[in-house]
């Protein structure tokens, strides 16, 4: 749900739309701020709204956004054959379903669960439900070990939003571990010093939002261990969940560490599928407690479903599905690494134009920061995006929160479509904005000109 502002003001100049005469006989204006007494024709409404829908940015050359802006022309046509289904109405889609349930089978053995086959999971509308759902088995599971006080969480400054809201909405301490120096994001040693005997668990992100590093899982764990033995581990790997496996197969991050209760990742980032649909598994049927899942009578047979959204269309899942088949585990390794290739590359080449000093280089996530060097005095990151937005390019300009607000850097998202031809041809643009920006004695842009934010489909 999005609060919107009906007050004063207008989001055009107009109130009015004038419809081109060329699509009706008789001139019609429209109003775009109330329903409209009488209706149009289904070709003029359309040309009305594509019009206005030109303005927006090119999905393709955004490269502040981890969600997918391709699929195939057969996956398009798929998810088009599903758009009326819904999800939730599992007796009356019950191959859509079958095919959800297959997912987080495939997912569970994906992370190495103990037992695949009997795998607890389900999809959401993306990770922020799937964080969601997993932090409140955290905290049932804190509650039925006989957890008194006000439970807290653990995670780090550079978690997304949905951990935040998630504290907020069901009344738990978020211990926020701030970034300090070099360091941006959790480590072990931090982890351990903010766990008590109320923490329902430690949250540690596989693919931090701000740089693309991993955080140390296994490091983690083994801390736990040794300290707080109560307190479990959920994995947001939102993004490094779908990259790990198929890039870094001996890394230890996932179900084989018997610390992690849960993983959650978005279908709709680098499960390269269009938005919206998540996933949420849990390491067996003791991770999540009985009594936050609905038993629903399905085809005679029982339904377990958990889930804080109702309705929802099954097109998302059936192309989550398609995708498993049409890629396989060697599909999605080819595209993960080349992703990572480009990545790298790119990261190389900015850091040889000079004029930048480079945080990550795309070798975790495919994902890459970077910052303008301490000697660069007349533009700051946000010219920089700023002159990039003109040529098409959209790459956000950002400063890390607090204790290092100080540093403010560009971020560099490669997913899949993003191709060594494209890497190219940014690369000439970016060279194209450093030549003009050089012409200036000072910055023009400052932090408060960047509208980006770290949300959950970020």
Known sequence: MTLANTGGNRDSSRDLVAVNPVFVAEPVEVPRNSMPAGGL?????????HDELMLDGNARLNMA???????????ERLMAECFDKNMIDKDEY???????ERCVRMLAELWHAPDASAAIGCSTTGSSEACMLAGLAMKRRWQHRGGQGRPNIVMGANVQICWEKFANYWEVEARVVPMDGDRFHLTAEEAVKYCDENTIGVVAVLGSTFDGSYEPVAEICAALDEHHPHVPVHVDGASGAMIAPFCDPELEWDFRLARVCSINTSGHKYGLVYPGVGWVVWRDKESLPDDLVFHVNYLGGD??????????????????????????FD?????????RDVATSLSQRVADL???????????????????????????VFDVSAHLREAGWLVPAYSFPENRTDLSVLRLVVRNGMTHDLADLFMADLERVISNLERQEKPLRGKESSSFSHGAGK
């Open 41 to 49: 024709a289904a070709d003029v409404a359309y040309q009305i709204v």
């Open 65 to 75: 956004t981890f969600v997918t802006t391709w699929m195939e022309p057969t996956a």
């Open 94 to 100: 019950p191959r859509t379903a079958a095919l959800e």
């Open 303 to 328: 339904m377990p479903t958990f889930a804080l959204n109702f309705s929802r269309p099954g097109a998302q899942v059936v192309a989550q599905y398609f995708t498993f088949l049409r890629l396989g």
């Open 331 to 339: 599909g999605y390794r080819r595209v993960q690494q080349y992703c």
């Open 354 to 380: 000079g004029p930048f000093h480079i945080l990550t280089r795309g070798d975790q996530l495919p994902v890459f920061a970077f910052t303008v060097n301490d000697d660069v005095t007349g533009y700051s």
